[in-house]
């Protein structure tokens, strides 16, 4: 049995927005967990594990997502790339 | 965004003859300055750069896809160039796979809106599979530029 879904909001505080770097780090957090993990942005809804998918997001500066997670490591891996936002990915 | 707004037709190459991310993005570099789009004084510069970029992370997002970049003070506006190498270039890519397919882009310092804007367009459409395998097929800067095209008109995926 799965645990329950864990949902937070993030902003994008980085000033370059979700470009490449921060994707890729967001992808590789999510791939070390259990876990899926989808982040949207108003109805877009993508994979936290696929770059490719998340730069489609056109994530600038200021802007807000949802995290949802769920599976065995849903939480932590919500809370893993959760992190990653919060220190803007190393960035500014 | 569209393509059309940032790839610079004339710098399209359907046969990268590198086989090594160095030599991949000299020789993107190089159609960019053939084409007339970056002034050949400023290559060596550029291209160092692009390189600084790839050692704080790889590009090679994954499916055969890389999107070298770099802020430039030579640009004063977003440019870009697509290549298509058959052989496959080994990137250091996130999924370890070879690259078929590069998206080059070389973006003024104080404009990071519009390199996402491109990035969320080139994504976007690459989510399409067959917009993506054909583009990865073209044998000719023509077929390229068409698809790119189709893409703009179509915007399969967005």
């Known amino acids: 049995m799965s645990e329950p879904a864990l949902k937070r909001t993030v902003i994008v505080a980085n000033r370059e927005g979700l470009h490449a770097r921060p994707a890729v780090l967001i992808a590789k957090e999510a791939r070390k967990f259990d876990a899926r993990v989808v982040i949207a942005k108003g109805l877009h809804e993508v994979e936290a594990t696929d770059v490719l998918q998340l730069m489609s997001l056109g994530a600038a500066q200021g802007e807000q997502l949802s995290l949802e997670g769920s599976g065995i490591e849903g939480r932590e891996a919500v809370e893993a790339i959760e992190q990653l936002f919060l220190k803007k990915f190393d960035e500014d | 965004m569209k393509f059309s707004d940032f790839i610079c037709r004339d710098a399209i190459r359907a046969n990268m003859a590198a086989l090594d991310k160095e030599g991949a993005i000299r020789e993107m570099v190089q159609s960019l300055v053939d084409a007339k789009r970056v002034n050949a004084t400023e290559f060596e510069s550029i291209v160092k750069a692009i390189l600084k970029r790839e050692e704080l992370g790889s590009t090679g997002i994954g499916r ?81 530029a068409l698809l790119l095209d189709e893409a703009d008109n179509h915007q399969f995926g967005s």
């Open chain 2, 64 to 144: 055969g896809v890389a999107v070298p970049h770099t802020k430039h003070p030579s640009v004063d506006r977003l440019i870009g160039t697509v290549s298509v190498s058959s052989a496959g270039v080994d990137f250091a890519s996130l999924d370890g796979e070879t690259v078929n397919l590069f998206f080059l882009l070389i973006s003024p310092p104080d404009r990071p809106g519009d390199h996402l804007r491109a990035l969320e367009n080139i994504s976007r459409q690459l989510r399409d599979d067959t917009f993506c395998r054909f583009l990865k097929q073209a044998k000719a800067p023509q077929d390229i």
